[in-house]
């Protein structure tokens, strides 16, 4: 069965500062896909990335960048240089190529606070 | 294009009592589902459908129906409310079924059960 694990329930840091989020998953299927999910206050789920098994390649857009490490079963997300608006709850997610429910199984989410 | 749309963004129930949370969508997306968030859960599957005519059980399924009568519109419905239903909803679709397919999600509904 598919399992994703945020370690850190809720984590705070000073503007500017540079924060790791943390996913680990587990899945038996070979051909699998990894999602980062942006939840602001407002309480809409946003889009961040969609990664594929295949592709161990790091990825950056702007200030935000993602570690897939398939030998640690990790996904990280890093935000560099924080700012206040980054404050949100984020959620990882992992779904399975051979799941017929296509679903997302989601992590429990990291609440980050962006302290100005 | 609205995007996904679901209505109402607040319910108060009493137990007992039945409701449709509805779900629409206008990007001719196949795939539709429906997820619950509970505080420390993350989201959870109720529901899904892979197209028209085609629904199936997600993972937490007991006290819900869904049908999928058209493209665009993919109801929940809650049959005799219970307190442990309260929960923030979110419907959400996808182009084609597909584990690699971008979800687009709704606002979500936010429902309390008394």
């Known amino acids: 069965a598919q399992k994703v694990t945020q370690a850190q329930t809720e984590i705070s840091v000073v503007e500017k500062e540079d924060v790791t989020l943390d996913c680990v998953y587990e899945t038996r299927d070979t051909t699998y896909y990894l999602f980062w999910y942006k939840q602001p206050p407002s309480g809409e789920l946003v889009f961040l990335i969609r990664?594929?098994?295949?592709?161990?390649q790091n990825e950056i857009s702007g200030r935000y960048s993602w570690n897939f490490q398939k030998s640690t079963s990790s996904f990280n997300f890093t935000i560099t240089a924080s700012q206040v608006v980054d404050s949100a709850v984020y959620f990882c997610a992992l779904s399975e190529a051979g799941a017929g429910s296509y679903q997302l199984t989601f992590g429990k989410g990291t609440k980050l606070s962006v302290i100005p | 294009n609205a995007g996904v749309t679901q209505t109402p963004k607040f319910q108060v129930l009493k137990t007992g009592q039945s409701m449709t949370l509805q779900c629409a969508q206008d990007?001719?997306?196949?795939?539709m589902s429906w997820y619950r968030q509970d505080p420390g859960m993350g989201l959870r599957l109720i529901h899904y459908s892979v197209g028209a005519g085609i629904t199936d059980q997600g993972e937490v399924p007991n006290g819900y129906n869904v049908s999928r009568s058209t493209t665009e519109d993919f109801p929940l419905r809650l049959l005799s409310a219970a307190p442990s239903q309260t929960s923030v909803y979110f419907c959400?679709?996808?182009?084609?079924?597909?584990?690699?397919?971008?979800?687009?999600f709704g606002p979500g509904t936010r429902l309390t059960v008394l």
């Open positions: 990664r594929n098994s295949f592709d161990e």
């Open positions: 959400a679709s996808s182009y084609v079924a597909g584990g690699d397919n971008e979800q687009f």
């Open positions: 990007m001719n997306h196949e795939y």
